[in-house]
């Protein structure tokens, strides 16, 4: 691995400080944690003439409840919302996700916010992101404005985010305290890979049958997918292994894998099946 | 582009200058000839550059040195004291958890921080700890042996 070439560093005290340095500069990038522009800039893949860095950026860094929602600040380690309290009992899924997010060093270092923006389908948090309904939280240097999760993720490795834009925050509506939830990740090859299958599941339950299904998933398309075929395949039925086929046919025949080093579309496909019937089985079980 | 940098490093102050676009792995080796945290992969993955940071686990491959201007860190230099091995070093050493020794460094650090946490930690807690240090020579169950050997050590229950 070859090392950095020469670039300018500014350390920004405020978003606004932020945002003139990013105007500032020709090809200026942000840097959160660094566990994802460093190793793109050693592979040459980006060339910034600029660093800016928000780790002096204080506001850029609360876990806070926003009504019904979580507010959670651009630079927060997976690390952090995976042991916060306020997080794992308002929205345990995404703790659980951040908590397999590649190792634990890289899970102190790296912020939600740097893995959104990265905006790649094989992320852990993204799925849940997803299905949860966040809303991202965006600066410019006209103002602000939100993007849903599902409007953010454009494609691939491509987010909503127009240039000169920062990420502030992500609100994660709480999930109900009775719903059977669960972040699946199947990495084939180590346990501290990216998601080949990053599965997240939300169901509501009530007397037995579905009240509402929230499925999606990372690693399969170029960008992560809600999984809105197999949901509606669950909605107001009892959870019977008939209509866990059904939901497992509905998402199957819905996504549209990509195919790249690590495996054939047909593979993702096979695995998306097999992860969404075996997911939905144990919850299933769990709300028997 | 240079600037100057103050920092603390295993309880020595060091103020030097080096290139804005340095990681912390060539301030440690080629700024303070400190030799004991080595580059690996250079992107995070293996961790053997596995240093600390005011105390948090941290790649000094991914960590642009400007940013430790001001902070502590502690590499596998510093964990001895007096010339004595921490109990982790001495169960690396008593266990023979030492192959080829590159990824060594990193573990060794990367445990310490782990005790520090968890002072009884579980075989698969230890697993999914180290689950970014990467021993090629594939030593890991001495590894194993030797972590939770330096947890009994370092709660005072060992013989």
Same mark, same amino acid.
């Given at each position: 691995m070859s090392h950095l070439r020469q670039f300018e560093y500014v350390e920004a005290r405020s978003v606004d400080e932020a945002l003139c340095a990013l105007a500032s500069f020709e090809d200026a990038r942000l840097v959160g944690g660094g566990t994802v522009v460093v190793p793109t800039m050693k592979l040459r893949l980006i060339q910034p003439d600029a660093l800016v860095s928000l780790r002096g950026v204080e506001d850029l860094s609360a876990v806070e409840p926003d009504g019904e929602r979580i507010r959670i600040g651009a630079m927060v380690t997976h690390h952090r919302l995976a042991r916060s309290d306020l997080v794992r009992s308002r929205v345990p899924m995404l703790a659980a996700a951040c908590g397999r997010v590649a190792s634990p060093t890289i899970r102190r270092m790296g912020t939600l916010? /740097?893995? *959104?923006?990265?905006?790649?389908?094989?992320s852990d948090p +993204?799925?849940?992101? $997803?299905?949860?309904?966040?809303?991202?939280?965006?600066?410019?240097?006209?103002?602000?404005r939100t993007i849903s999760a599902h409007d953010f993720y454009v494609g691939y490795y491509e987010t909503a985010l127009e240039r000169g834009e920062i990420l502030t925050s992500v609100a994660v509506p709480s999930m109900s305290a009775n719903a059977k939830w669960r972040y699946w990740k199947w990495s084939p090859r180590a346990h501290e890979d990216k998601p080949l299958v990053g599965l997240a599941?939300?169901?509501?339950?009530?007397?037995?049958?579905?009240?509402?299904?929230?499925l999606a998933v /990372?690693? *399969?398309?170029?960008?992560?997918?809600?999984?809105?075929? +197999?949901?509606?395949? $669950?909605?107001?039925?009892d959870l019977t292994p008939e209509v866990v086929r059904e939901a497992v046919d509905a998402a199957m025949s819905a996504i549209d894998p990509m195919e790249d080093f690590q495996a054939s579309a047909a593979y993702r496909r096979e695995m998306v099946g097999v992860w969404v019937?075996?997911?939905?089985?144990?919850?299933a079980w769990e709300a028997a | 582009m240079n600037r100057s940098v103050s920092l603390i490093v295993n309880g020595r102050l060091e103020e030097l200058e080096?290139?804005?676009?340095?990681?912390?792995?060539?301030?440690?080796?080629?700024?303070?000839?400190?030799?004991?945290?080595?580059?690996?992969?250079?992107e995070g993955s293996c961790g053997s550059c596995t240093v600390l940071v005011d105390g948090e686990l941290t790649r000094a491959c991914l960590f642009l040195a400007v940013r430790a201007d001001g902070h502590e860190?502690?590499?596998?230099?510093?964990?001895?004291?007096?010339?004595?091995?921490?109990?982790v070093q001495r169960a690396f050493v008593e266990r023979g958890a030492v192959q080829c020794g590159f990824c060594t460094p990193g573990m060794v650090v990367t445990v310490t921080a782990l005790l520090h946490e968890t002072d009884d930690p579980t075989d698969e807690e230890i697993r999914e700890f180290l689950s970014g240090n990467f021993c090629r020579c594939g030593g890991y169950p001495l590894i194993l042996a030797a972590v939770k050997q330096a947890a009994r050590v370092r709660r005072g229950t060992a013989r």
């Open positions: 916010g /740097g893995n *959104v923006c990265y905006g790649e389908s094989a +993204a799925p849940v992101l $997803l299905a949860l309904g966040a809303e991202m939280t965006v600066r410019g240097p006209t103002g602000e599941v939300c169901l509501e339950m009530q007397e037995g049958s579905c009240r509402t299904a929230r /990372g690693g *399969v398309e170029q960008t992560p997918v809600l999984l809105e075929a +197999a949901a509606s395949a $669950l909605e107001g039925k019937r075996r997911v939905l089985t144990g919850l | 080096i290139p804005t676009h340095w990681t912390l792995v060539q301030l440690l080796r080629e700024g303070l000839h400190l030799r004991g945290t080595e580059e690996g992969c250079g860190v502690t590499t596998v230099e510093g964990l001895a004291h007096d010339g004595e091995l921490s109990p």
